[in-house]
């Protein structure tokens, strides 16, 4: 007999004996745990990251996804232009900025 045979054979047999509310409160209880370990403290981050963004003006230090740091020089509707080194300034979208400098000293 198969391992699969085996297995529904030990679990029909017991499924049937135990109660049947027992199921659906375990499905309940994995759904509650999941809400509360990774649900929930995505959705806070998600609400910082777009409170961080919301709150950059010119001439704040940031850090976006690519790992580059740099002061904004200037800031447009989606886009932001950032001075990576003297004289040196790129356009990054304001999606791809995570942190600002005064939030990494604070961690």
């Known amino acids: 007999m198969t391992q ?5 054979q030990t679990g029909g047999a017991s499924g049937a004996a135990g109660n049947p509310m027992s199921g659906i409160f375990m499905m309940v209880l ?34 976006t996804a690519g790992g580059l740091h740099g002061k904004i020089k200037d800031m447009k509707d989606t886009s932001v ?3 990576i080194a003297e004289g040196v300034k790129v356009t990054v979208e304001k999606a791809s900025v995570f942190q600002t400098g005064a939030d990494m000293a604070q961690r």
């Open 4 to 8: 699969l045979g085996i297995f529904l």
């Open 81 to 83: 232009v950032v001075e």
């Open 30 to 63: 994995v759904f509650v745990v999941l809400y509360f370990f990774m649900i929930r403290p995505q959705m806070k981050r998600q609400k910082e990251v777009k409170k961080f963004r919301e709150a950059m003006k010119v001439g704040d230090k940031i850090v």
